[in-house]
């Protein structure tokens, strides 16, 4: 098990690092405590991986996406999106091992 | 959350953060770091244009466009009036006392016409920008930092975060544009000197004296002309075109023609037919003026040339090459100009807002004095730790949380108040103990307590406990940095990391404990008080499912816990339903509204505790 990326999150974090100038900094996915439901997704792109985190690539390296160990255990098999609906525009986080996730999607418990 | 810098210019706008530990300016899908500052009102809808949209139809919608508008900033009708003569743009009827208004047109949510202000385009462009830096960072900016021309005052400063306001911003401070340019240049690193920064922008130009001393910028003097800039320019080339008299969308034209040949004789002898000779000729006169300026502000701050250690070129005008030749023989130094001339202010300002964040990447060593170093946090049951403040928020900073009670009819609570990034309050460092006593004697679940941090801006930690209902309150102080070093710290964040598979493990295990207790608890109290509602064989079921959970509460394997949790919830299902419908059914036959509440509370309320 890994971390997946979609197209659509592939091609929107390429276009924010466009925009941001930053055409070699890394997407870092993670969980922490908090939330309508028990547990928070929370996603940042920074210069580079923190020295432990746990480091998936794709597009042959052109697309980084960096998680620590304490949040991969809640966050193995994931698959990154993005989706651009009338509700929301965002980045959105398809984790199998979520049991249930509050109605923003933000929040969850395993 | 970052803090972002936004240069409010009067032709352009520019929004920067700073990321992995360099400003760096926005773009927009153009891939531009420049946002027209243009805003244009389309008929029959609420939501303007903005920036190059704007623009780009602006000559066909003249008067709905609205561009320097900066300089009415803080304005009213009588001193707009005195500078309006040329504007492709018309002022609102409206008293000589009065904010400056424009009219854009029909409005479109009513009969009347349709009346801006300043500082509401401002606004429209100040979001534009905020939501780019907002998608960009993948979260809602913190505060924004904006400049304005040093020659501001204090009612066009004021317009100016008014603007920010009406834009939904949180506006940490405003910044002097020559300031922001000292800074992006890192002169404040060389600690000593006097440094002229000549900002010659598309409608103002501003000469200031800076003297720093260690590593303080401090204004000599400004000087300058709100009312002097490249748009200047470009009106000397209308002119030299032979299309100085045309007005509205011609003038709007003719404008654009004349600001495309500005540009090519940056690097050209010729264009158009109008020589780098002649525009120069044209121009000198202004440039001249700006030179004049720069004498008085040097004589204001009684100095010499030979006094100023470097002069810093900003704003788009200073790369027309007559202009940096004049202001190099002047100040007899070659400018600083490495940085973009249009970037410099905002890239500043960036760097301002990072270091007022307390968290800045590029002050490395304000690090510990400004932020909480380790989170904070209250033990719950089980042993298992809620954090309220989590490490590295910066201070001052509050934030509550509300518990409740574990077992019916408590009446006391311990709070335990511990530092650190373990998933288990053992493994954390213990600030303090106390007791919140006289709870009111309610089912578990019930009693609200409401749980607050704060942490002030020396650092020390005050915890209150405040019960919702009899307002019983008790709280105590607590110096968490006291006897923590550097070192102690890291080792205690290299654990939290170390630890983190079997401290989630923990967790995770202690909490389906901490809810298998609470079922089970609920379900004996259950066949204890309502024996007579359960079928026959149903207490056997019920029984033998609790018999198995007691046993896998003992292990520490969590599947069975919330397995056999979730089977025994499943198997009382009826017989709590029945207990519902019973205790509803004697509330509603005793027609008594606050029996049928306590009933509700009795039986939703003591499954339901967490």
Redesign the interface.
Known sequence: MAIAISEAAVERFEK?K?????PD?VLRVGV??GGCSGLSYF??????PED?DKVFTFKDGAVTVAV???SY?FLNGTELDFQKTLMRTG?VFNNPLAGTSCSCGESFT? | MANIGIDLGTTNSLVAVVMGGRARCLLDDEGSALTPSAVQFVEGTDTPRIGLEALESAAENAQATLTSFKRFMGRNMTEARAVAGDLPYQLAEADGDKVVRFDVGADPRGEGRREVTPVEASAWVLRMLYMRAADCLLATPGGVVITVPAYFDDAQRQATRDAGKLAGMNVLRLLNEPTAAAIAYGLQEKKQGVFAVYDLGGGTFDISILELTDGVFQVLSTAGDTRLGGDDFDRELVEELGLGSTSGGDLRSALDRAIAIKHALTSSDQAEGVTRGRFEQRIRPLVERTLASCKQALKDAELEVGDVDGVVLVGGSTRVPLVRQMVGELFEAEPYCDLDPDQVVALGAAMQADILSGQSELADDMLLMDVVPLSLGIETMGGVVERLIWRCTPIPCEASETFTTHVDGQTAVDLHVVQGERELSKDNRSLARFKLKGLPDMPAGLPRVKVSFTVDADGILQVSATEQYTKTHAEIDVQPSYGLDDAQVEQMLEDAIDNAETDVDERLLIEARVEAEQIVATVKKALKNDGELLAAGEREAIEGVMVKLEAAMGGRDRKPVQDLSKELDEVTAPFAQRRIERDLKAALEGQDALAVSKALERTVGTSEAR
Do not use: N, P, S
């Open positions: 924010l466009q925009m941001r100038q930053t900094h922490r405590g996603l940042d792109i920074v210069e580079k432990r620590d160990r304490k255990l980045f395993l």
